[in-house]
């Protein structure tokens, strides 16, 4: 790939503190991501997968600061993110957009719609007011919403509707950056099926670059040209799409693919593999590889070291020792 | 059509509705579905179609008012079950009709211990002491594969992962002398996907141990074609295609059941695809459904016809019927 790098990730980490309530006060520290590093080259549209709590969506907030990071780097066309001051920072999200899971938690249920489209354009001060109605109208069309419904409230508009809202909101700005944070996960898969089409057809349209972050692996095997695995906070796998649908060599990976439900009912004859257990908690996960208590292959060095992320074949990388013949 | 001696439950032309402040929405419209012994039938559609109304409607969870019968019944080993009273009902809950729900933690009591709740059934049913009752209990435990069951049996919910008290649930569940029929509402759809694959195969394993029957409600395709014999696809309160699971995935003639499963990034028809082939527009609002098909306002092959009158049944086969004007074209397509 020859495109050129727009966000850079340098051993990211961001630790919460967890305190427990109770007679005896305690603090535990939870490593929702763990050591990240990740390039995102620009008109790319690159996937995160994983289960819950595996640290996806903290990753992308805090690329995004709308979290402080615990350590490591976030540069942003070369520029330290976390470097900048606030006014700095309101310059730089001019770039940066994040469209949220929840379609109902995420517009204020107080404001018109187009207040909600146009305050990015309010906060920055873009165009007169008449400009700044003429684009939120633009901005509905844009993402199928009739102009005419500007004056409604968010609550008379369906689920996906919402979603488009959140959408127009984004693209305001004109970002070239955009963080999908389960953007499509609330919705039916028939109005899914629209909002992942209306975000394709703009990532052509403007050529965008996505990170895509879901937990539906089919979702994501379909929008994605990269994709990259979690597993409590760290990356284990990231490949071309391709590359990775075809030849994925992380146990956790294969795992997710095998649990994954096909859509094929005479897929159901050839039995599956099923891991067993449960995700560990990140607050105080496995020694070693995290994977290990879960994973068919694990040996004693699982057990004891963390394996580090290594490119196997150009391109695709994986945290395992035993597929990087290290044990 | 059907061998009555193997029938376990069965729904006639139930119509059931809600009184809102701002008007009647009829939920289910003319439905009748019919499970037979040891079958998993599911009920696929999405948000609004009725499904979980329907189910519910079975051993009368749905708050009644405003929810109301207006005319069907609801066959259960020759007894109409719209017909019992409250304390006739409550006995076939823990007996013979049992639930699992989609979010385990708010069904099970966050105060009593998981294995007393289970407990509880056995004493409730069976009216056994209640030391019996705790060894059942750890019985089902194991059967359900919870690792430790005579340590976790003293967990509170709390306490165990989502993944384990759906488990638990279907524990409580199986805590009947004769199960018969097991409602499933959403079973795996809080869970993550690895937990889910395991669940489900503990369904599967557990249908035919006990030999229950499946009803199961859910939203998610990849779900029915893991699951299913028969698929029941609603839409908008209404039953709009009846098939055995294959005939659902590789024949399917109701337009909607087609734009479901073109919906589906993982249908194999998108290849190196760009684009899904949505189906355009949004479920009707339900209060203002009239006499047509639901969906004619989203259809691709919608006629004149379409919007006056709800299509008679056309059967395919013995197992395969359609409700639409148009399946030949869909067949044609």
Not at chain 1, 289 to 305: D, G, I, L, N, T
Not at chain 2, 26 to 50: F, H, M, P, Q, Y
Request: proline share 6%.
């Amino acid at each position: 790939m020859s495109a050129s790098k727009i966000i850079e990730v340098k051993d990211l980490k961001k630790y919460f503190t967890i305190k427990s309530e109770g007679a005896t006060e305690s603090k535990a520290t939870l490593k929702a991501v763990d050591g990240v590093s990740l390039d995102v080259f620009e008109g790319e549209i690159l996937g995160v997968v994983g289960e819950s709590g595996c640290g996806k969506s903290t990753l992308g907030k805090t690329i995004m600061r709308l979290h402080d990071k615990t350590d490591g780097e976030v540069l942003y066309r070369g520029k330290d993110l976390f470097a900048k001051d606030p006014a700095a920072m309101k310059e730089m999200t001019l770039n940066m957009q994040m469209i949220f899971q929840d379609p109902y938690s995420s517009l204020n249920p107080r404001k018109k719609v187009s207040k909600i489209i146009g305050q990015p354009l309010d906060i920055h001060r873009i165009g007169t007011p008449e400009e700044r109605l003429d684009r939120v109208a633009q901005l509905m069309d844009e993402v199928g919403l009739n102009p005419r419904f500007r004056s409604r409230y968010p609550h008379q508009f369906s689920g996906g509707q919402r979603q488009r809202i959140g959408i127009a909101r984004a693209l305001a700005l004109n970002p070239e950056f955009i963080v999908c944070d389960e953007a499509v996960s609330a919705l039916d898969v028939s109005v899914q099926a629209q909002i992942i089409n209306l975000l394709l057809d703009l990532q052509v349209k403007y050529g965008f670059t996505y990170l895509f972050i879901a937990h539906d692996l089919a979702v994501v095997e379909f929008i994605a040209s990269r994709i990259l695995v979690m597993y409590l906070g760290r990356i284990v796998e990231i490949a071309d799409k391709t590359e990775l649908v075809k030849n994925h060599v992380h146990p956790y990976t294969q795992a997710l693919f095998e649990a994954f439900p096909a859509t094929d009912p005479r897929a159901r004859e050839t039995k599956k593999r099923i891991v067993m257990g449960d995700v560990p908690s990140p607050i105080s996960p496995p020694s070693g590889c995290h994977f290990h208590p879960r994973c068919p292959y694990a040996v004693e060095k699982c057990r004891q070291q963390y394996p580090p992320l290594k490119e196997i074949t150009p391109g695709h990388s994986a945290a395992c020792w035993v597929v990087q013949n290290d044990t | 059509m059907e061998d009555t001696k193997d029938l376990l439950l069965s729904i006639n032309n139930l119509n059931f509705s809600f009184d809102t402040q701002r008007g009647v929405v009829n939920a289910v419209r003319d439905l009748s579905i019919s499970i037979r012994k040891g079958e998993t039938l599911t009920l696929v559609g999405e948000s609004g179609c009725g499904k979980s109304v329907t189910a519910h409607a079975i051993n009368q969870l749905n708050p009644m008012p405003p929810g109301r019968v207006d005319s069907g019944s609801i066959i259960f080993r020759g007894n109409d079950l719209l017909k019992l009273k409250k304390g006739e009902i409550e006995k076939l809950r823990g007996t013979q009709i049992s639930m699992i729900f989609q979010e385990p933690m708010t069904a099970l009591n966050p105060v009593f211990t998981v294995g007393s709740q289970i407990a509880d059934v056995f004493m409730t049913h069976q009216h056994i002491s209640k030391s019996e009752a705790m060894e059942k209990a750890v019985e089902l435990f194991r059967l359900v594969k919870i690792p430790a069951p005579e340590r976790r049996i003293h967990a509170y919910p709390h306490q165990l992962s989502g993944g384990m008290r759906q488990r638990a649930m279907i524990a409580m569940a199986l805590a009947s002398p004769e199960p018969g029929l097991m409602i499933a509402d959403e079973p795996t759809t809080a869970l993550d996907v690895t937990i889910q694959a395991q669940i489900l195969d503990l369904l599967n394993d557990l249908k035919e141990k006990v030999g229950m029957s499946i009803l199961l409600i859910t939203h998610d395709m990849g779900v029915v074609a893991e699951m299913a014999d028969r698929v029941v696809v609603m839409y908008a309160g209404r039953k709009v295609e009846e098939a055995q699971v294959y005939d659902i995935f590789e024949e399917p003639r109701h337009p909607y059941t087609l734009g479901l499963l073109n919906s589906l990034p993982s249908n194999s028809k998108y290849q190196g695809a760009s684009r899904l082939e949505a189906i355009t527009g949004t479920v009707p609002d339900m209060r203002t459904i009239g006499s047509g098909c639901p969906f004619e306002n989203r259809c691709a092959y919608a006629s004149e016809i379409c919007g006056k009158e709800f299509p008679k049944e056309t059967a395919l086969n013995e197992s395969h019927s359609v409700w639409c004007h148009n399946w030949q074209k869909v067949q044609e397509d």
